[in-house]
């Protein structure tokens, strides 16, 4: 199950914590694929509790599995006597919010796996594969079946419950230790006004017990336990008949429910725990859930902890760069916990099941007089959450394209503006929650840079006090935004976050949110997948939290580095000047002088839908050629036709390339960084030439250029341009700016899908890349099905606003000759 350079995992069990840890690691970007013993996840039948500490674990990953919709909510805890006096109760709903910070849920369990089968989407599931072992490799991990097969991944999670075959070869083989008591589990259509909705009922009698939950739609899970010796209930060979003599004179709505669920509904297990262990895992494998930690069910937790379990395995995983090391660092901080849980469950089930009537008599006075507070704290440190890992922070000097980009920021700001128009209702509060979810998963999203007082060395340094600064605009246009303000204004990198972001509505129904970014962490890729990852739009498998990445430099593919590195780079570098020497690339003109320091991006806005668009994308598929070379081609003519326009020119046109498919390990779109470098592409402008040629030329260079890697050989020409500090980079800009391969560049991202898009209609997602000190006229195209977004950004005063209104023109009027 190898996947390129992303780390996979096999887990091996498709129950609560297995089907928990495909989706916690998936939402970290992590590969998964389950393999479950049984031929069919079949119905379980009985229900089970998911306490707060669980809900408000998923929430740090973002996760939520909609139980107010599956199951309900626990309202009422209640004690009482065999006969349903009540001894004590509690408002369990007030003391989950209080420790947890989230709500606590009864359902059926077969409503919970359903929940997770939903949230995992296409995650592979392997059903009817029984695993046997395993062997750890230089590159992971082997795992064998029963079957004779064997798969390989980077790490393998042993969740295959208290009898894991996992466990067994790590630890040995064992029997599980009896709990002292058989339980019998079911769910059942029920209604009684002693079960009130919420209700959470337990009935402690003479060595036996018996609980009512209430899991919705007007279901009722119910237990009973009863002492009994290891044999007796691991091998229960009583009926229906007889559990209901065991409860003979208990409350009215005890025997009616037994009465009333068929005996085919009613299941017997034996109530088994393990002593606690340490040992966890070896080198790629680990253990999680009941197959590191089974516990009675007393303190309700054994499904919470394998929730827990999965939700910290994932944060530590996304938090390191070395995978094994991320498993040890899981199984540290799971130990004390899972250790406490397990004694708490085993000390509170001996209490629960006690016979002789003295000590349950003392048992009867302590639950009835207890103060409030002392019962409340003995509920605090099961239903406290567990601290998601602290993130690991990103504490690094920039690399040369990082530092290339701080430099220009500082010295005339550099920023990437994603937009998108949103209908539907869209507050502040659910956007404040979104931009913390979103902040919390991106170490670069935490950060500020410093420098020394000279503005050399500039470093990442964590910011994670500083929340993305959110602003709130009514009625404002947000072409105006951004022109007059998200373009001009800093980003005060020294503080961080290195974004903000801004909330325009013009009705309680349709908003406008832009992203703003600056440049050093991100390319209009990134600001639009982020915005749609703040939007929700698309499949959860975008939404992963990203590991701390080293300097774009040190991630380049070994081809590129070392002695054969820069020999391609010095190919490129003397290449790319006599290309120059031999073609004299015309450039666009400044219509003044403005100095690096006192230089503002404005930008104009055009788009092309409807039957133009449609007529487009049928004329370059008929031409060969994309919609970005059209565009470029018609960009290319606009940009000879604004100087001489009867002259025959070859005019040059830099292209942003992707470097993330080059990395290793690979990147995603939406992980924060600068992730670009530019590759030049020259085409013969003539005055009665058709675009369609220049298209052509400009597709067959960009491809020529990218199959040498001149977007990789340009990283590490960069390494040697790139100035140390704002204050000595005055030459290396002049440099750039009078022999660089040329001052208008078109930049290319194509918009997420709208799909999923949750309680909204989104629609107009587009970016706009500041042009700052890198170029006069930067062109930012955004393109979907239903159209082109065109955003011509400028350096005022190099250009007019009359000529860039006019070089806009013209190309929206040539893409339309073109679509005819």
């Given at each position: ?242 559990v209901i003599r065991a409860y003979a004179g208990w409350a009215e709505e005890v025997q009616d429910i037994i009465a009333a669920t068929p005996e085919a509904g009613i299941i017997a297990v034996p109530a088994q725990d393990r002593p606690f262990r340490g040992r966890w895992g070896e080198g790629a494998v680990t253990l999680l859930g009941d197959a590191a930690h089974p516990m009675l069910p007393s303190l309700g937790q054994g499904a919470g902890s394998s929730v827990e379990d999965a939700v910290i395995l994932a944060h530590c995983l996304s938090n390191s760069a070395e ?200 390319d209009g890729s990134t600001a639009l997948a982020l915005l749609a990852e703040l939007l929700r739009l698309g499949d959860d498998k975008a939404r992963v939290a990203t590991p701390t990445r080293p300097a774009p430099e040190a991630m380049l593919p070994a081809g590129h580095r070392g002695v054969r590195g820069s020999a391609k780079m010095l190919r490129m570098a003397v290449g790319g000047q006599l290309t120059a020497l031999r073609r004299r690339p015309g450039r666009l003109a400044a219509s003044q002088n403005v100095e690096f320091g006192q230089r503002r991006t404005r ?218």
């Amino acid at each position: 199950m190898e996947n390129g350079n992303r780390t996979t995992a096999a887990v091996i069990g498709a129950g609560i914590g297995g089907l928990t840890t495909a989706i916690a690691l998936r939402r970290v970007g992590v590969d998964v694929e389950v393999y479950e013993r049984a031929g069919a996840l079949r119905p379980a039948g009985f229900g089970l509790s998911l306490q707060g500490n669980a809900v408000a674990s998923l929430r740090t990953l973002d996760i939520d599995l909609g139980l107010e919709k599956r199951g309900q909510e626990v309202i009422s805890f209640n004690l009482l006597h065999p006969d349903g006096r009540l001894m004590r109760s509690m408002d369990f709903g007030q003391l989950s919010r209080t420790y947890a910070g989230a709500p606590s849920y009864c359902l059926d369990r077969s409503d919970l796996r359903a929940a997770l089968l939903e949230e995992a989407g296409d995650c592979p599931i392997h059903l009817g594969v029984a695993a046997t072992g395993y062997r750890n490799d230089p590159d992971g991990v082997r795992v064998r079946f029963a079957d004779g097969r064997e798969v390989h991944a980077d790490l393998l999670v042993g969740a295959d419950g208290i009898h894991s075959a996992i466990r067994r070869q790590l630890v040995g083989a064992e029997e599980p230790r009896t709990g002292g008591f058989v339980c019998w589990l079911a769910t059942q259509e029920f209604a009684h006004p002693n079960v009130p909705r919420g209700a959470s009922n337990h009935y402690w009698g003479a060595g036996m017990r018996f609980g009512m939950h209430d899991v919705g739609d007007g279901r009722i899970y119910w237990w009973g336990t009863k002492n009994a010796t290891a044999e007796q209930a691991r091998d229960w060979q009583g009926g229906k008949d007889d559990v209901i003599r065991a409860y003979a004179g208990w409350a009215e709505e005890v025997q009616d429910i037994i009465a009333a669920t068929p005996e085919a509904g009613i299941i017997a297990v034996p109530a088994q725990d393990r002593p606690f262990r340490g040992r966890w895992g070896e080198g790629a494998v680990t253990l999680l859930g009941d197959a590191a930690h089974p516990m009675l069910p007393s303190l309700g937790q054994g499904a919470g902890s394998s929730v827990e379990d999965a939700v910290i395995l994932a944060h530590c995983l996304s938090n390191s760069a070395e995978p094994v090391g991320a498993l040890r660092r899981y199984e540290e901080l799971r130990r004390k916990r899972t250790r406490m849980l397990v004694n708490k469950s085993r000390s509170l089930g001996r209490i629960e099941q006690l016979e002789a009537a003295f000590p349950r008599a003392v048992r009867s006075v302590y639950f009835r007089q207890a103060p409030k507070a002392v019962l409340r704290q003995v509920n605090k440190r099961p239903m406290t959450p567990p601290p998601a890992p602290e993130k690991v922070a990103v504490g690094r000097t920039l690399g040369a394209l990082e530092r290339w980009h701080w430099i220009a920021d500082q010295i005339s700001p550099l920023n990437v503006v994603a937009r998108a128009r949103v209908h539907g209702a869209l507050t502040e509060a659910l956007l404040r929650q979104r931009l913390d979810a979103v902040q919390a998963r991106h170490p670069l999203l935490r950060v500020a840079v410093v420098a020394d007082p000279d503005g050399s060395n500039p470093r990442f340094v964590p910011a994670d006090d500083r929340p993305i600064p959110l602003r709130l605009a009514e009625g404002a246009d947000w072409e105006q935004e951004v022109d007059g303000r998200e373009l001009t204004e800093p980003l005060g990198s020294a503080e961080g976050p290195l974004l903000r972001a801004v909330l325009l509505s013009s009705g309680p129904e349709t908003h406008d949110v832009l992203l703003t970014l600056s440049h050093t962490i991100a390319d209009g890729s990134t600001a639009l997948a982020l915005l749609a990852e703040l939007l929700r739009l698309g499949d959860d498998k975008a939404r992963v939290a990203t590991p701390t990445r080293p300097a774009p430099e040190a991630m380049l593919p070994a081809g590129h580095r070392g002695v054969r590195g820069s020999a391609k780079m010095l190919r490129m570098a003397v290449g790319g000047q006599l290309t120059a020497l031999r073609r004299r690339p015309g450039r666009l003109a400044a219509s003044q002088n403005v100095e690096f320091g006192q230089r503002r991006t404005r930008f104009v806005h055009r788009e092309i839908t409807g039957a133009v668009h449609s007529g487009l994308r049928q004329a370059c598929e008929r031409e060969g050629v994309t919609v970005v070379d059209a565009t470029a081609a018609a960009l290319l003519t606009a940009v000879a036709r604004d100087g001489d326009p009867d002259r025959s020119r070859v005019y040059g046109i830099g292209f942003p390339t992707q470097l993330r498919d080059d990395f290793v390990p690979g990147l995603t779109r939406a992980e924060p960084g600068a992730y670009m470098t530019m590759i030049p592409a020259y085409a013969r402008y003539a005055p009665d030439a058709p675009a369609w040629t220049v298209a052509r030329e400009i597709d067959t260079e960009l491809a020529r250029r990218a199959a040498r890697g001149e977007h990789l050989s340009g990283l590490r020409l960069l390494g040697l341009l790139c100035p140390k500090s704002p204050g000595t980079s005055a030459k290396s800009l002049r440099l750039m700016e009078d022999n660089g391969p040329g001052n208008v560049w078109l930049y290319h991202a194509t918009q997420p899908a709208a799909a999923g898009a949750g309680p909204w209609q989104v629609c107009g997602m587009q970016f706009v890349c500041g042009a700052s000190v890198s170029s006069y006229l930067m062109v930012s195209v955004s393109t979907d099905d239903d159209g082109l977004q065109l955003n011509f950004a400028y350096a005022n005063g190099i250009l007019t606003p009359e000529r860039v209104h006019a070089i806009a023109a013209e190309v929206v009027d040539v893409l339309g000759r073109m679509a005819a």
